[in-house]
């Protein structure tokens, strides 16, 4: 158990829909990265909050939205799903805010699977 | 542009066989960080091994080594007498500032490596 906590581990839904992705990141992390693995385009990465804000945006769809909560958990908000929303979600945490020295630790993802 | 490339797609070798995982990387930092992380069946991710730019030692760790050379960018990855629960997808990573400090991780696409009994 690596101490980050993801929600729901599997979901089935189909498209037009909208669903949200919860991460409890590990004790003391104050870091949340989430990143999407899909089969073409591999490991990417999405967003980073740190303490509640924003530092940084990847490749993130404008149907998407995150956010990261007084209590440090994050939510990833994934709207008008489409077929090739479907992919693994992975939250990341650490304790700091900056420093290319970051060991992420990773949750156990959340499949989504969008029929 | 920040890259990291892993060539081998798939590698399947027999038990006790060392097998070496390829890692290339590309950047425009002088000070940079290079992870290894690996992927079972099980799906999570989990950290391997840590690498800063100005440390060219190579690592070992039980079963496990680093080979990194900047001077040919690459951070390799080699096992030694394989195991069956070492199959698993084996992914690069390099650290990448933006913002002027804070950083993500780019991951090259992985190596599928299944070890056969």
């Known amino acids: 158990d690596s101490g980050v906590t993801q929600t729901p581990k599997h979901l089935i839904t189909a498209t037009g829909q909208r669903v949200t992705l919860r991460c409890s990141p590990r004790s003391g992390d104050l870091s949340v990265y989430w990143y999407q693995q899909s089969l073409d385009q591999g490991l990417q990465f999405l967003i980073h909050?740190?303490?509640?804000?924003?530092?940084a945006k990847g490749n993130i769809l404008e149907r998407f939205s995150a956010q990261q909560f007084p209590d440090l958990h994050s939510e990833l908000n994934l709207s008008s799903l489409e077929l090739g929303d479907s992919a693994l979600y992975f939250c990341?945490?650490?304790?700091?805010?900056?420093?290319?020295?970051?060991?992420?630790?990773f949750g156990a993802g959340s499949r989504l699977t969008v029929l | 542009a920040q890259k990291v490339t892993q060539a081998q797609t798939e590698i399947s070798v027999v038990e006790k066989e060392d097998v070496t995982l390829d890692c290339v990387y590309e950047?425009?930092?002088?000070?940079?960080?290079l992870f290894w992380y690996k992927q079972p069946p099980s799906g999570e991710l989990v950290f391997l091994i840590r690498r800063n730019s100005f440390d060219e030692q190579n690592e070992i760790s039980g079963r496990y080594s680093w080979n990194f050379q900047k001077s040919t960018s690459s951070f390799n990855f080699t096992i030694t007498a394989s195991q069956v629960v070492d199959s698993a997808v084996y992914f690069c990573a390099l650290s990448d500032r933006y913002g002027g400090a804070t950083n993500k991780l780019i991951f090259g696409t992985g190596t599928l490596l299944a070890v056969q009994p």
């Open positions: 990341a945490s650490s304790p700091y805010q900056s420093s290319g020295a970051n060991v992420l630790t």
């Open positions: 950047t425009r930092d002088t000070t940079y960080y």
């Open positions: 909050y740190y303490n509640g804000e924003e530092r």
